[in-house]
């Protein structure tokens, strides 16, 4: 059974960078596209950024794109999400998924099997 565990979120400061990192358990890491995802209080859940399963090509959402930047280390499992000049707007929780590759639109979060629980990310101005 594939395992998905999020962490390096925290309180910082806006203006400051925060490294994410996610966990690839039960499975063939090299298997799965993975993306980042997040939940600010009361919204739905929003994309913000893809790789493909040899981390060649990634993806990004407008919004984050220039400032967050995702790799991934298939020796060790691991996914990163590298978070620079964060706003109080980028407070949310931060998911990591896993999905087969050419299931779908990679920016959809229904298109991915596997999620992490979360870690909490918040901004103060």
């Known amino acids: 059974q594939v395992q998905l565990e999020e962490s390096g979120g925290g309180l910082v400061q806006a203006g400051v960078s925060v490294r994410l990192s996610c966990s690839f358990s039960?499975?063939?890491?090299?298997?799965?596209?993975m993306g980042w995802f997040r939940q600010a209080p009361g919204q739905g859940r929003e994309f913000i950024g893809y790789t493909n399963v040899v981390g060649t090509v990634t993806d990004y959402s407008d919004i984050v794109e220039g400032r967050f930047t995702i790799s991934r280390d298939n020796a060790k499992n691991t996914f990163y999400l590298a978070a620079d000049r964060l706003e109080p707007e980028d407070t949310a929780v931060y998911y990591c998924?896993?999905?087969?590759?050419?299931?779908?639109?990679?920016?959809?979060?229904?298109?991915?099997?596997?999620w992490g629980q979360g870690t909490q990310v918040t901004v103060s101005s």
């Open positions: 039960g499975g063939a890491f090299n298997d799965f596209c």
């Open positions: 998924a896993a999905r087969i590759p050419g299931n779908g639109d990679f920016r959809s979060e229904n298109s991915y099997s596997y």
